[in-house]
């Protein structure tokens, strides 16, 4: 399976984007889709999740209210649009896909399929 991240790029506070994650070899449908980010020098950070029974969504505190995640099977593709973006939301994010139970979301090690990462960057 190979993932592919794209939509990154530099944006003003306040303003948005929308990432995509493409995936070939596999559909969107059999796994967890997650979001992730790295920002230089800190801890990678859970973003959100889709689930694949049922696509429910859950995301962090950080970003819920502002970013939506969503599945588009016909094009077997995810995004996350990031509305009402701040400085603090400059990482390089990553997609990710597994079978993690409900209670281990967050948990990175749980996703065994990563996109390479795109870049965002907020500029106050």
């Known amino acids: 399976v190979q993932l592919q991240a794209s939509g990154g790029g530099l944006v003003q506070a306040g303003g948005s984007l929308r990432l995509s994650c493409t995936a070939s070899?596999?559909?969107?449908?059999?796994?967890?889709t997650a979001w992730f980010r790295q920002d230089s020098g800190k801890e990678r950070e859970f973003v959100g999740t889709?689930?694949?029974?049922?696509?429910?969504?859950y995301y962090s505190d950080s970003v819920k209210g502002r970013f939506t995640i969503s599945r588009d099977n016909a094009k077997n593709t995810v995004y996350l649009q990031m509305n009402s973006l701040k400085p603090e939301d400059t990482a390089v994010y990553y997609c990710?896909?597994?079978?993690?139970?409900?209670?281990?979301?967050?948990?990175?090690?749980?996703?065994?399929?990563w996109g390479q990462g795109t870049l965002v960057t907020v500029s106050s």
């Open positions: 889709i689930r694949r029974s049922g696509g429910g969504t």
């Open positions: 070899g596999r559909t969107f449908s059999e796994y967890t």
């Open positions: 990710a896909i597994g079978r993690p139970p409900l209670g281990s979301i967050r948990d990175a090690e749980l996703y065994y399929h």
